[in-house]
């Protein structure tokens, strides 16, 4: 069984930053594009970032510039660094990995999300 757990939410004040990270356990035999979501409430789960297995990445346009998203494929971890936080980007924030484990195809798995609030 594959497991992604979230951490490094929490509350911030705007303008601040904070990190996200997400580690993938369990049988694997290989991560594909990994990625983070977010969803705040009354609304649709939106994209925030992706990064493929070679590194390559795409942003949500109001992101850009402000969040990098990275991965440790030795760790098996996404990261997500959220610079210059804005209340808008208040939401839950899940990560998600194409992930492989042994015969078969890859597979989607979720995190279980975690909570970023930016306010003062």
């Known amino acids: 069984q594959v497991q992604l757990v979230e951490s490094g939410g929490g509350l911030v004040q705007p303008g601040g930053s904070l990190r996200l990270a997400c580690a993938a356990s369990?049988?694997?035999?290989?991560?594909?594009?990994m990625g983070w979501f977010r969803q705040a409430p009354g609304k649709q789960r939106d994209m925030v970032a992706t990064?493929?297995?070679?590194?390559?990445?795409n942003y949500e346009d109001s992101v850009k510039g402000r969040f990098t998203i990275s991965r440790d494929n030795a760790k098996n971890t996404v990261y997500l660094q959220m610079n210059s936080l804005k209340p808008e980007d208040t939401a839950v924030y899940s990560c998600?990995?194409?992930?492989?484990?042994?015969?078969?195809?890859?597979?989607?798995?979720w995190g279980r999300g975690t909570q970023v609030t930016v306010s003062s």
């Open positions: 998600s990995a194409n992930i492989a484990s042994g015969i078969g195809y890859p597979q989607l798995y």
């Open positions: 369990g049988s694997i035999s290989s991560i594909y594009t």
């Open positions: 990064i493929t297995s070679g590194g390559s990445t």
